[in-house]
């Protein structure tokens, strides 16, 4: 027989096992014990959950975005009007990956966050809209199991858009000042995932200092710079990962320090030309420039 967790809905290993009575709401309004399984980290977690006000209000407060949005935009009912007990139960069902659950739904951790489910409403109310305008329902609970179906098809697509978007996040916050120089000077931000681990694995084999100096050589240096924009995403950094590996630094800050005293003498010569021709106004154009003297 399958076992699993009540908190992450994964798999139970006897040697990874514990069973705690946990205080739950029966149907009749009364609170009763019940005995459940969790791994030993998850207990832990679901244990320090309960006791934290501020994660059981924040979770009341999604709930109650949700409840309300369901109510307002999806079905579009009376201001004045609440919804029913099979409704309210198939919401939870989403919450916890259930049908219709008895019993807790909050704190746990399997399931659908009641933020992903809102995200999830939002994408989906256009859509949704549109069928129960153009088709007939048998009765109430046909046109809300219809509205449930399209919810549970699209809140895996929800959920990996917000994972992702949390992994970016944490990158740019964690190494600001690599997605800073990045977004600056290559003009595109750090918006993909398959980016945001590259960096990741690129700051772990090099460092973030390493990188900035990498990018920063690869601006100095005309063809380099030239090539790296007619490349997107990963390519980039498949590129610097490359100049890396094969020690290409030196020779690209070679190349940009001869660069540089180029320019640098170009700049002089076209001083050197300001200040004679300067003079020579002054004198009244008698005398030849003095650097074609």
């Not at 975005?65 to 935009?73: A, I, L, P």
Request: charge should be positive; include cysteine; glycine fraction near 6%.
């Amino acid at each position: 027989m399958t076992i699993r967790c009540y908190h992450c809905n994964g798999l139970l290993d006897e040697n990874d096992m514990v069973i705690k009575p946990i205080p739950l709401i029966c149907k009749n309004g009364k609170v009763r014990n019940y005995k459940r399984k969790f791994h030993m980290k998850c207990l832990q977690e679901y244990m320090k959950n309960s006791s934290n006000r501020e994660v059981r209000k924040s979770e009341n407060d999604d709930w109650s975005k949700v409840y309300e949005y369901y109510k307002s935009e999806i079905m579009r009912y009376p201001e004045t009007s609440n919804l029913s007990t099979y409704e309210v139960r198939r919401l939870n069902g989403l919450r916890v990956g259930s049908y219709m659950p008895n019993g807790n739904t909050r704190i746990v951790k399997k399931g659908y966050s009641y933020k992903t489910i809102l995200l999830t409403m939002q994408f989906s109310k256009a859509a949704i809209v549109k069928y129960i305008d153009t088709h007939k329902f048998h009765d109430g609970e046909h046109k809300i199991n219809y509205v449930m179906s399209v919810l549970g098809k699209n809140l895996d697509f929800i959920a990996e858009k917000m994972r992702l978007a949390q992994e970016i996040g944490e990158m740019t916050q964690s190494n600001r000042k690599l997605a800073e120089y990045y977004k600056n000077n290559f003009d595109e931000y750090i918006k993909d995932s398959s980016v945001a681990g590259a960096f990741r694995m690129l700051i772990k084999e090099h460092g973030e200092d390493k990188l900035l100096e990498a990018f920063g050589l690869v601006v100095r240096d005309g063809r380099a710079m030239d090539y790296i924009k007619s490349i997107e995403g990963t390519h980039r950094l498949n590129y610097i990962r490359k100049l890396l590996a094969e020690d290409k630094l030196p020779e690209l800050k070679r190349k940009a320090d001869s660069h540089k005293k180029q320019l640098r003498a170009v700049n002089d010569m076209e001083n050197e030309i300001t200040v004679s021709t300067t003079k020579y106004k002054r004198k009244g154009g008698k005398r030849h420039l003095n650097w074609l003297d």
